[in-house]
């Protein structure tokens, strides 16, 4: 497994050894101890797993307490995964960085608590699985504008597409107004 820093203090970039052939392919996804000596020591206590069709745009999201780390993946299509540092005391704060998760990379990233995260489905369709070290806190969930401009996330959209976003997304706060951590 490597696991690579980011751009973003405390994301990792992690890319799992897949063992394939004729048959198919096997890939180590968690393994305490490889994760631990890279650093990322948590306790998960959540799995999710979300489908989305193409264009669709979840994010950014964050909670204000309760917070959570996630390991996320893809298992079937790809996403542009994005992160924005929230977090006052970070030599990245206020900075944003995309990626790209796919079922044929097997790339996974690990987001720590203090930043909002969001996936922009590339593919016709995808399934996106998240670990999550935080139980899922509706009333202190909170949405970052996906396209708020002093963030400069260049979502990869084809011109004239416009994301599809739930009512909540499409209501994100401002990065100038949204909470932040110490």
């Not at 990322?40 to 206590?45: E, G, Q």
């Not at 979502?155 to 004239?160: E, H, R």
């Not at 909540?168 to 401002?174: F, H, M, P, V």
């Given at each position: 497994?490597k696991?690579?820093k980011?751009?973003i203090?405390?994301v990792?970039?992690?890319e799992?050894q897949v063992?394939?052939?004729?048959?198919?392919f096997?890939?180590?996804?968690?393994?305490?101890?490889k994760f631990?000596?890279a650093?990322?020591?948590?306790?998960?206590?959540?799995d999710?797993h979300?489908?989305?069709?193409?264009?669709?745009?979840?994010?950014?999201h964050l909670?204000?307490?309760?917070?959570?780390g996630?390991?996320?993946?893809?298992?079937?299509?790809?996403?542009?995964?994005?992160?924005?540092d929230?977090r006052r005391?970070?030599?990245?704060?206020?900075?944003?960085w995309?990626v790209?998760?796919?079922?044929?990379?097997?790339?996974?990233?690990?987001?720590p608590?203090g930043?909002?995260?969001?996936?922009?489905?590339?593919?016709?369709?995808?399934?996106?699985?998240?670990?999550?070290?935080?139980?899922y806190?509706p009333e202190?969930?909170?949405?970052?504008?996906?396209d708020d401009?002093?963030?400069?996330?260049r979502?990869?959209?084809?011109?004239?597409v416009?994301?599809k976003?739930?009512a909540?997304?499409?209501?994100?706060?401002?990065f100038?107004?949204?909470?932040?951590f110490?």
């Open positions: 497994m696991f690579t980011t751009p203090a405390d990792v970039l992690i799992p063992f394939g052939d004729a048959r198919g096997f890939v180590e996804t968690w393994q305490e101890e631990k000596a650093g990322i020591d948590v306790k998960y206590v959540q999710n979300s489908r989305s069709s193409q264009w669709t745009l979840r994010g950014l909670q204000v307490q309760q917070t959570q996630k390991l996320v993946r893809v298992s079937l299509g790809s996403v542009f995964d994005v992160v924005v929230l005391s970070s030599p990245s704060y206020g900075a944003s995309g790209e998760l796919s079922a044929e990379n097997h790339r996974m990233l690990w987001v608590p930043l909002a995260h969001g996936i922009l489905i590339t593919s016709e369709s995808a399934d996106f699985l998240y670990k999550c070290t935080g139980f806190s202190h969930e909170r949405t970052l504008a996906w401009a002093t963030l400069c996330i979502w990869p959209l084809p011109a004239g416009a994301p976003l739930s909540k997304d499409a209501r994100g706060a401002s100038a107004e949204i909470e932040k110490a």
